[in-house]
């Protein structure tokens, strides 16, 4: 955000000419949406939804407006709300559903079904924001909202010197563009604020609970002769991505011993990233997660053949790493994208634990000597032909008729 404060006090936010022509509409149908004739009814709609978030009862005076909106303004200035904005709070419910749309680059149709609906509120705000122009080229945020207390303060000293008061049929288009504008500041600054001080509090937290995984890795291995949890050592070419079936399907098993002998807690190992990660055991008896959606890291697949050690410093490699996006989309039945991040973070990165016991951030899933933390060695070769291939030398030629070519 910018920190150059201009000076500037001429208000020159505005609605657009659609946007405008519909609230007078909206105004004139005495608020009632069936009277507002069908080609604006939609952009009313979408206007009474903003008008809905102003805690004024809309049969107050035009003064009575005036007066709660500079209250309003006041308490802000007096509790630094701009400086404070990171106290305010969401539900848990409308958080959950906030990450999720976030986390499925704001498309609602990936969300799933339990936080779609309230999703979809927070998707309608943000296209809110989007579709009304309060900003203009070379001001900053501090310029309109300078504009904007000024505005709302010379309406309250016009307001004094008019001999009647109407009722909110007299609003004047300016007046309600006003107040609007204030809301619609305060939530464009507040909205990216918002969502990257969550982001970063969840980086935060979960490199926390992965330093106390790592903790509980080093004690099992103080207990286990070096070695990283096991429950099925081989899965002797079988499956190991069936997550809540029996140990030798369940890679995510061998993780789960930390948690089943008490060497961790069920809660370092659910990441704030992911809205479906238990915090607590629901069975004592239990030797896995119950389902694939719940586990919040992947861990180092166990061969039956070499001996993976904690503690190793020669040549250390990830043991643990937040969850896989490949496993996930194999199992959903979606194509891969080899080089894809954790969902964990929005794609931007995943934490990774080493076998020397550190803690680091990669903003890739592939490392420095090449290896890909999701892939093995033999898909890694396969991805990294058709890499090479990537360019056609244009002599290539339909494989049937129903093999589709398109050229320049």
Not at 64 to 80: F, H, K, P, Q, Y
Not at 161 to 188: E, H
Not at 314 to 322: E, G, K, N, S, V
């Amino acid at each position: 955000m910018s920190t150059n404060h201009g000076h500037e006090t001429t208000d020159s936010s505005h609605l657009g000419p659609d946007d405008a022509a519909a609230l007078e509409a909206l105004i004139d149908a005495g608020y009632d949406l069936n009277q507002v004739r069908e080609p604006l009814r939609q952009r009313a709609a979408r206007i009474a939804d903003l008008l809905g978030l102003i805690d004024t009862p809309i049969e107050q005076s035009q003064t009575d407006l005036v007066n709660r909106t500079a209250d309003l303004i006041g308490r802000a200035e007096r509790t630094s709300l701009v400086s404070d904005s990171m106290n305010a709070q969401l539900s848990p419910a409308d958080e959950d559903a906030l990450d999720a749309w976030v986390m499925a680059g704001a498309r609602r149709s990936s969300i799933p079904g339990s936080l779609r609906d309230r999703a979809q509120q927070h998707e309608h705000l943000a296209q809110l924001i989007k579709d009304t122009p309060v900003a203009e080229r070379g001001r900053t945020s501090a310029d309109l909202i300078e504009a904007t207390l000024h505005r709302v303060s010379q309406t309250e000293v016009d307001q004094r010197d008019r001999m009647s008061i109407g009722r909110i049929r007299g609003l004047q288009l300016a007046d309600i563009v006003s107040v609007a504008a204030i809301l619609l500041l305060a939530v464009s600054v507040a909205f990216p604020l918002f969502g990257s001080m969550r982001h970063q509090s969840r980086l935060s937290a979960c490199d926390a609970n992965l330093g106390r995984v790592a903790s509980a890795l080093g004690i099992y291995a103080g207990a286990n002769e070096s070695s990283l949890p096991v429950m099925t050592a081989g899965f002797g070419g079988g499956s190991w991505m069936r997550v809540g079936q029996e140990p030798k399907n369940s890679n995510s098993a061998n993780l789960y011993v930390l948690v089943r002998n008490r060497y961790a807690e069920m809660s370092d190992l659910a990441c704030p990233g992911n809205p479906n990660a238990p915090t607590r055991e629901t069975r004592s008896d239990a030797h896995d997660w119950q389902q694939l959606e719940d586990v919040s890291y992947s861990y180092q697949v166990q061969d039956g053949q070499t001996a993976r050690r904690f503690w190793e410093t020669a040549l250390p490699t990830p043991t643990i790493a937040d969850r896989s996006p490949v496993v996930l989309r194999i199992v959903r039945g979606e194509p891969i994208q080899p080089e894809a991040n954790s969902p964990n973070h929005g794609s931007r990165g995943q934490h990774l634990i080493w076998t020397d016991g550190s803690v680091t951030w990669a903003t890739s899933p592939v490392l420095e000597n090449k290896d890909n933390i999701w892939l093995p060695r033999s898909i890694e070769q396969v991805v990294s032909e058709v890499k090479r291939y990537y360019g056609m030398k244009g002599n290539e030629v339909p494989a049937s008729g129903q093999d589709a070519l398109l050229g320049p």
